[in-house]
């Protein structure tokens, strides 16, 4: 049976309007909701746990990620370096995904959705940190609707905009979008759109908010007090597990 994970994306694209646009295929049905790869049980992986990590551009999301990983044995999914890759793949949407990226925009859901599910089932692990992703309401929705899977909980890193302008403009990885110019667009989405997000799973109780303003290793101090709390877990626990049983 072909599953979204499989199946070939299919998405009208539009400059004009691709958020309009990018959810016909889930309601023409392009994209099969067959997800269960039998009939009564789902995939390991969607059996996963996730936390969704959310916070404005350049407030830490991929350095704590980091510090997860190591820490707690999470595999580190970011939304923004599976668009990235996919650039660099030569993907037939590489051209679409790198003009959105360069002004700053939102990427349809069905695309970063498939990458993200691809990437989990990929993976073997069965807990994941997703970095910059729900977006925006579609986002989220059409991976609850695609996924199957609700956040454990999500973490948000709040941190005033001027330090997020500073660290974005010492990051110097020679990425695209860190410039001014499309910073200032990113802050603008950030606010209208993802922030709405926060604030719905912050109703939904499900919020974890930590300051990031502070150095990095302060704000792992949290991060770490957090998912032991979150998970019950000493430090590393099950990670070192794993190791051992290598
Ligand atoms: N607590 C901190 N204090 C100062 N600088 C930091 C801190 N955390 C991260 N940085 C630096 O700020 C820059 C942005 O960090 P990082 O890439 O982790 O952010 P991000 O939220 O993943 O960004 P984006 O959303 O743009 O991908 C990096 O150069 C990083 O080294
Ligand atoms: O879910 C996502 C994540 C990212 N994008 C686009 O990528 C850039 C860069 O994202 P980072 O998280 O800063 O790496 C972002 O500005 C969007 O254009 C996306 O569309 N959807």
């Known amino acids: 049976m ?4 499989d199946a070939p994306i299919k998405v009208s694209f ?6 309009s646009l990018s959810l016909q295929p889930i309601k023409s049905g392009f994209l ?12 390991r992986w969607q059996k996963s746990t996730v936390v969704f990590v959310l916070g404005g551009p350049g407030s830490g999301k991929g350095t704590q990620c980091a510090n997860v990983v190591e820490h707690f044995g999470y595999t580190h999914l970011s939304a923004g370096d599976l668009l990235r890759a996919e650039i660099s793949s030569g993907s037939e949407f590489g051209a679409m995904i790198q003009s959105m990226i360069a002004e700053g925009r939102i990427v349809p859901s069905e695309i970063t959705v498939k990458l993200l599910c691809e990437a989990m089932k990929e ?3 069965d807990k994941f940190l997703i970095d910059g992703f729900p977006r925006n309401q579609e986002n989220r929705i059409v991976f609850e609707n695609v996924a199957k899977i609700e956040p454990a909980f999500v973490l948000f890193f709040d941190c005033p905009e001027e330090e997020l302008e500073r660290r974005i403009m010492n990051r110097n990885q020679g990425r695209e979008d860190d410039n001014i110019e499309t910073i200032k667009k990113r802050f603008k989405v950030f606010v209208e759109s993802t922030l709405p997000i926060v604030s719905y799973y912050e109703s939904k109780g499900k919020l974890r908010k930590i300051s990031a303003a502070k150095p ?29 049983s290598v």
């Open 2 to 5: 072909e599953t979204l994970v």
């Open 14 to 19: 539009s400059p004009v309007n691709p958020i």
């Open 32 to 43: 099969p909701i067959s997800w269960l790869q039998d009939d009564h049980e789902s995939p």
């Open 123 to 125: 993976s073997g692990n």
């Open 216 to 244: 990095s290793a302060e704000v792992f101090e949290a991060v770490k007090d957090l998912f032991a709390s979150e998970t019950g877990e000493g430090e590393a626990r099950d990670h070192l597990n794993k190791k051992i």
